[in-house]
């Protein structure tokens, strides 16, 4: 049902004749895209910049469909996001997670919120500075419980730094990303939340950096550190290349090449993930 | 990691094979905006598209457009290493009491672009401008 009314949203939102058009004023590409968890980022990482276009005093509505193939499983996400004065941004996603080899399927719900604590993207020589919090809830604990996690729902919360150099690399500007997450979340929540014997967090690295080939496609490179605590299989890092083209304001598409390691004892996991967005 | 270098060899490439212009060098800057005359063109492609912004164009009701334009290509062709004169005020002063917000600042930033895009303006060269225009947003923000 919530896909339905995600899938809903996304048309109603891709749809650039749709009358209620929001009045924004932020410079192309600097929403960044969304992420499989919904907050706005890289394809994996949130970065510090607020979803959508507004700016202070308007808002701005997102909605997001991607789709993750690697070897042995697909994921799918699809989510709406709304920000206000671009300094509070808050997105729900919804994740199925098709374990293609094995049969069944996992899955997760996220409701994210992030504001903005300290500088400017694009304007300031301090980085923006963002906090966000995303609490995850998987939609059957039948896999999870039974690979040895302890929780069918988790709290991450995470601190990400984003800034811009203007002029940087060959004339182009360079987009910089470094996010600090507590986690306790067993392949980012799909199954579940710390293990039996351990309920600690964990403070996980994540990084991206983008390069603005023109004003509206960036060539990207993503790393997100993860814990590896279920003893069941190996859990792996994520890193990813992506290219996002921002075809205007409202519209923008992500395509990435993605290494996800090794998933529930199937190693090596790599694929494609494309991504489109529809932005108010 | 093998895999990690492999990406990064992989990104580094991508650059390599994908751009071939170079960072531009501050004082050639003038020269790439056309000197004065592609700065006045830049300038008035630039007011054009300001006048006709609803959200903005306000600010600018008690305005003498022509001193305004002539201040504007003062201050761009002194920031970009022209041999000018600037006669103007202090970014500071001459946005005090402006109440400009982000919003506004981003709009302009957004028309500043579509000028210099209307006026073939390369991208590095832009990027070059661009660098040097958006550290003043605290001078002239909220204040
Ligand atoms: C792909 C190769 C290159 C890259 C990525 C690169 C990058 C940069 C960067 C980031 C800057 C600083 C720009 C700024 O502060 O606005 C710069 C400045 C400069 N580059 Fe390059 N550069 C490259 C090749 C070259 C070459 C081949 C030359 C000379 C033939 C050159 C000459 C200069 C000069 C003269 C400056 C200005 C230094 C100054 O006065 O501050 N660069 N470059
Ligand atoms: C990088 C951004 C900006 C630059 C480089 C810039 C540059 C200038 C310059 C050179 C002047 C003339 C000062 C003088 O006559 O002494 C000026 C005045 C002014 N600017 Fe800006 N400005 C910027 C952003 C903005 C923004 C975002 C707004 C508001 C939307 C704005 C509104 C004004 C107004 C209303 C004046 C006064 C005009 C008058 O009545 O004399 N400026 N600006």
């Known amino acids: 049902m919530l896909q339905k009314i995600l899938i809903l949203c996304l048309c109603v939102v891709a749809g650039i004749h749709h009358p209620v058009i929001a009045d924004t004023s932020k410079v192309i590409a600097t929403a960044g895209a969304t992420t499989i968890e919904g907050a706005a980022g890289g394809g994996i990482v949130p970065w510090a910049v607020i979803n959508g276009y507004a700016s202070t005093e308007q808002w701005s509505a997102t909605a997001m469909s991607t789709l993750v193939t690697v070897d042995d499983f697909t994921l799918q996400a699809v989510g709406a996001s709304l920000s206000v004065d671009n300094r509070f941004e808050v997105s729900l996603t919804k994740q199925t997670f098709d374990l293609d080899t094995m049969g069944g399927k996992l899955g997760q719900d996220i409701i994210g919120i992030k504001y903005k604590l300290a500088g400017e993207l694009l304007y300031t020589s301090l980085p923006q500075i963002s906090v966000g919090l995303q609490y995850k809830r998987v939609d059957d604990f039948t896999i999870p419980n039974a690979v040895g996690a302890r929780n069918d729902w988790g709290l991450d919360a995470y601190l990400a730094a984003s800034k811009v150099y203007f002029d940087a690399i060959a004339g182009r500007n360079l987009v910089t990303n470094l996010t600090l997450r507590a986690t306790k979340a067993n392949q980012t929540g799909l199954l579940g939340f710390g293990t039996t014997t351990n309920n600690d967090y964990h403070l996980q690295t994540e990084v991206s950096v983008a390069l603005l080939l023109t004003d509206n496609i960036a060539l990207g490179y993503e790393y997100k550190q993860k814990p590896n605590q279920l003893s069941f299989a190996k859990e792996d890092d994520w890193q990813d290349i992506f290219m996002a083209w921002f075809i205007n304001k409202h519209l923008s598409l992500v395509g990435a090449y993605a290494n996800l390691g090794s998933i529930a004892g199937f190693e090596r996991q790599k694929g494609w993930y494309l991504s489109i967005e529809g932005t108010l | ?143």
């Not at chain 2, 905006?33 to 063109?41: D, F, R, V």
């Open chain 2, 1 to 143: 990691m093998l895999t990690t270098r492999h990406y990064f060899s992989a990104l580094m490439l991508g650059l390599l094979l994908l751009l071939t212009a170079c960072a531009s060098q501050p004082s050639q800057l003038y020269q790439q905006l056309g000197g004065t005359q592609g700065i006045a063109q830049i300038t008035d492609r630039f007011l054009v598209n300001l006048s006709q912004d609803k959200r903005i164009v306000h600010h600018f009701a008690q305005t003498d457009i022509e001193i305004f334009r002539q201040r504007l290509i003062e201050h761009l062709c002194v920031i970009s290493g022209g041999e000018c004169q600037y006669n103007g005020a202090s970014m500071y002063d001459a946005h005090i009491g402006l109440h400009i917000n982000q919003a506004d600042f981003d709009a302009v930033v957004g028309h500043l672009i579509n000028a210099l895009k209307q006026q073939n303006v390369p991208i590095a060269t832009r990027n070059a401008l661009l660098a040097k225009l958006a550290p003043m947003y605290q001078d002239i923000t909220y204040h």
